[in-house]
C-alpha cells in the first residue's frame, strides 16, 4: 500500500468512527422538519406585503418589476403562513361547513377543494405566494379563477404570467389540467421552483401519515388511512409535473 493511498483510507476511517451507527443522513434534507410543516422560525424576507425565503424574494422582486414595467401591479394576497395560520383557517372552514349542515366528511371534503390540512401547506415553506392584479378594482374575494378568465379583472395579469412567471422560476402548482386531482386550479397560486422542488423531495421522506393522525385537528378523528393516503397521492402530489422533478 503505498501512503498516498494509506491515508486517504485513514481519513474515511475517521470519518466513519465519528458517525453514530444509526445516523440518518438528516444532512442531505433542505429544512428541517419543522420547517416543512410550518412550525420553524424560517429565515424569511421582512417585506410589508409579503414573506418569503430570501432567494425566492429576489426571484419576485425581479418578476414583480417586469410586470410593472408592462404595467401590470401585483397584489400578494398570501405567502408564508405557519401552522397555527393554516389551523385557524382549517377551523374557521371547519365550524362553518358543519354548521351550515354538512357531516363531518363533507366539511373535510369541501374544506380541501381549496385549502390544505395544517401541516400539509406549501405555503409553509416560504417558497409559495397567491398573487393577483392589483391594478384593478375588484369587489369581494379575489381568489376565484373566473376572475382571470373570460372577461375577468385579472385577464391581464394571467396572460402576463402566462408568458413570463416561467423565466423567473414561478410555477403555477395547481393548474387546470383535465383530470388533475387534488385541489381546484389556482391561477393565483405560484411555487418558486429552485427552492420549493427539493423541499417537497425532503417532504416526501416524512411519515405524513403518522404525522396527521398525531395532530390534534377538529374533525381529524375523522381521518382514516385510506382518506390520508388518498390527500397525499391527491393532494400534495397531483401538481404541475415541472414542480415533482
Ligand atoms: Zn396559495
Known amino acids: 500500500m503505498n501512503r498516498r493511498h494509506f491515508s486517504k483510507l485513514s481519513v474515511l476511517g475517521i470519518f466513519a468512527a465519528t458517525l453514530p451507527l444509526n445516523a440518518t443522513p438528516t444532512f442531505m434534507s433542505l429544512l428541517p422538519e419543522?420547517?416543512?410543516?410550518?412550525?420553524?422560525?424560517?429565515?424569511?424576507?421582512?417585506?410589508?406585503?409579503?414573506?418569503?425565503?430570501?432567494?425566492?424574494?429576489?426571484a419576485y422582486e425581479k418578476m414583480r418589476a417586469a410586470a410593472a414595467k408592462d404595467?401590470?401591479?401585483?397584489?400578494?394576497?398570501?405567502?408564508?403562513?405557519d401552522y397555527n395560520h393554516q389551523n385557524r383557517i382549517w377551523e374557521r372552514k371547519?365550524?362553518?361547513?358543519?354548521?351550515?349542515?354538512?357531516?363531518?366528511?363533507?366539511?373535510i371534503e369541501k374544506i380541501i377543494e381549496y385549502s390544505t390540512i395544517p401541516g400539509t401547506s406549501r405555503h409553509h415553506w416560504g417558497t409559495d405566494i397567491d398573487i393577483v392584479d392589483g391594478g384593478k378594482n375588484v369587489s369581494g374575494d379575489m381568489l376565484?379563477?373566473?376572475?382571470f378568465h373570460g372577461n375577468g379583472p385579472y385577464c391581464d395579469f394571467k396572460e402576463w404570467m402566462d408568458k413570463n412567471a416561467n423565466r423567473f422560476d414561478f410555477y403555477l402548482v395547481y393548474t387546470d389540467v383535465l383530470n388533475r386531482k387534488g385541489f381546484k386550479y389556482e391561477p393565483w397560486h405560484y411555487s418558486y421552483r429552485p427552492l420549493s422542488l427539493g423541499y417537497l423531495n425532503d417532504y416526501k421522506k416524512l411519515d405524513i401519515k403518522t404525522i396527521l393522525q398525531s395532530n390534534k385537528l377538529i374533525g381529524s378523528e375523522h381521518f382514516t388511512a385510506d382518506f390520508i393516503e388518498n390527500y397525499i397521492n391527491d393532494n400534495v402530489l397531483d401538481i404541475n409535473p415541472e414542480l415533482l422533478s
Request: positive net charge; without cysteine; aromatic residues 10%.
Open 144 to 147: 376565484l379563477p373566473s376572475k
Open 34 to 58: 419543522n420547517e416543512l410543516l410550518g412550525q420553524g422560525s424560517p429565515d424569511l424576507t421582512k417585506t410589508t406585503s409579503y414573506r418569503l425565503r430570501p432567494e425566492a424574494a429576489v
Open 71 to 81: 404595467g401590470i401591479t401585483f397584489k400578494v394576497v398570501s405567502s408564508y403562513r
Open 94 to 107: 371547519y365550524k362553518r361547513f358543519r354548521e351550515s349542515g354538512l357531516s363531518p366528511i363533507k366539511s
